[in-house]
Every structure is written in structure tokens, then in C-alpha cells.
Antibody, heavy 119, light 107 residues
Framework: EVQLVESGGGLVQPGGSLRLSCAAS????????MNWVRQAPGKGLEWVAN????????NYVDSVKGRFTISRDNAKNSLYLQMNSLRVEDTAVYYCARDPVAAPYYDYWGQGTLVTVSS | DIQMTQSPSTLSASVGDRVTITCRAS??????LAWYQQKPGKAPKLLIYKASSLEGGVPSRFSGSGSGTEFTLSISSLQPDDFATYYC?????????FGQGTRLEIK
């Protein structure tokens, strides 16, 4: 069974940093593009970043470029999102999601982890 | 970036009704479109990919159509479990955007 389990969310002050993790199981993690998608409270979905199977290609939404870094460790079946210089508008539930065929669309999602940026 | 506009924003319907949700892209995206269903407090669930391909395990009452800039998601006979929020998503390698969502509520 495919499982994606996010962790690392919490309350952080504006300007602070946080590192999210996503533990994958039930599939060959190294064979898939992986993504982070976020959802602000009561709002819609926003794609944040994705990373190629070998980690050598990464893409970001403009609003997080230069502040967030996506990475992966295929030996640990894990996806990460390092978030620096956090802003109030980064407050959201962050989901990791699998891209099944490098399309990208997302066939499996984690349960999400809440990041709250507030003073 | 490509903008995705869904209509309506809210749709009221009854069990057994047929409903259609529309998604329009600001420029042509061929058939690079997916549809998701999301229930409160849960992660989105993939329903349709490549505009009209039904994801495995999704009931056949869901269908998608369209190409270019206009797309539709149809539910042929609403079931109680279908009342949720629906999102379209366009995708290419460097630009991925979602519609603002359509809330499907019980009339």
C-alpha cells in the first residue's frame, strides 16, 4: 500500500525556518517525481515545488523561489522541504504528493502537515 | 502563468442529479488537465487525468471531457458521498496551477 506521511510542521515566527519531511513507503520511491502542494486555511490548492527522480531537476512556484528548497534522499525513501524566510502568507497545510508518470498530476497524497507562520 | 477558472464556485444539487463543473484555461493546455475531489480535513483524491482518463477505482459516474481551453467534469447520478469540493489542475513541467475550486453541496 502506498503511503506518504508528512511531518515537521508547527508554529514559527515570520522570518523563521522549518524543515518538512515526507516518508514514503509501498512503492519504489526513486522511480517517481515528487511534489509539495499547499493549501492555506479555507483556500484552494497551490503547487509549491517538484523534484525529479534523481534530484537533479527541481522546480518552484515563483512565490517561494530563493526561500524554499526541495530535496530527497532515495536511500531513506524521504522527501524534504526546507523553508526559510517564512512569511505569514506561507501558512498552510503542506502535502507531499506523488507524480505517477512525470505528467505531472498526483495520484497519492499524504495527510498533510500544518505550518503556521505568526508572531 | 496559466490561470484556471472554475464555474460555478458553488453548486447545489440533489442525490440522483447529473451535474457538470466547467474549468477554463487562460491559454491552450491541450489535454493536460486533472480533476480532484477533496473532503473537509482530507487530502485531495485524483478522479480524472489527461482530461478524460478515469483513475483506477473511481466510479464510472465521473467523467471528464474537453481540450484546449475548456474542460468539464460531469457526475452522472450524484451519490451522498460525492458532496465535496472539486478542483481542476493544469500541468506541464514548469507551470502547475489549480482552479479555485467548486463546492458541491446538498440542495
Amino acid at each position: 500500500e502506498v503511503q506518504l506521511v508528512e511531518s515537521g510542521g508547527g508554529l514559527v515566527q515570520p522570518g523563521g525556518s522549518l524543515r518538512l519531511s515526507c516518508a514514503a513507503s509501498g512503492f519504489t520511491f526513486s522511480s517517481y517525481w515528487m511534489n509539495w502542494v499547499r493549501q492555506a486555511p479555507g483556500k484552494g490548492l497551490e503547487w509549491v515545488a517538484n523534484i525529479k527522480q534523481d534530484g537533479n531537476e527541481k522546480n518552484y512556484v515563483d512565490s517561494v523561489k530563493g526561500r524554499f528548497t526541495i530535496s530527497r534522499d532515495n536511500a531513506k525513501n524521504s522527501l524534504y522541504l526546507q523553508m526559510n524566510s517564512l512569511r505569514v502568507e506561507d501558512t498552510a497545510v503542506y502535502y507531499c504528493a506523488r507524480d505517477p508518470v512525470a505528467a505531472p498530476y498526483y495520484d497519492y497524497w499524504g495527510q498533510g502537515t500544518l505550518v503556521t507562520v505568526s508572531s | 502563468d496559466i490561470q484556471m477558472t472554475q464555474s460555478p464556485s458553488t453548486l447545489s444539487a440533489s442525490v440522483g442529479d447529473r451535474v457538470t463543473i466547467t474549468c477554463r484555461a487562460s491559454e491552450s493546455i491541450s489535454t493536460w488537465l486533472a480533476w480532484y475531489q477533496q473532503k473537509p480535513g482530507k487530502a485531495p483524491k485524483l478522479l480524472i487525468y489527461k482530461a478524460s482518463s478515469l483513475e483506477g477505482g473511481v466510479p464510472s459516474r465521473f467523467s471528464g471531457s474537453g481540450s484546449g481551453t475548456e474542460f468539464t467534469l460531469s457526475i452522472s447520478s450524484l451519490q451522498p458521498d460525492d458532496f465535496a469540493t472539486y478542483y481542476c489542475q493544469q500541468y506541464n513541467r514548469y507551470s502547475i496551477t489549480f482552479g479555485q475550486g467548486t463546492r458541491l453541496e446538498i440542495k
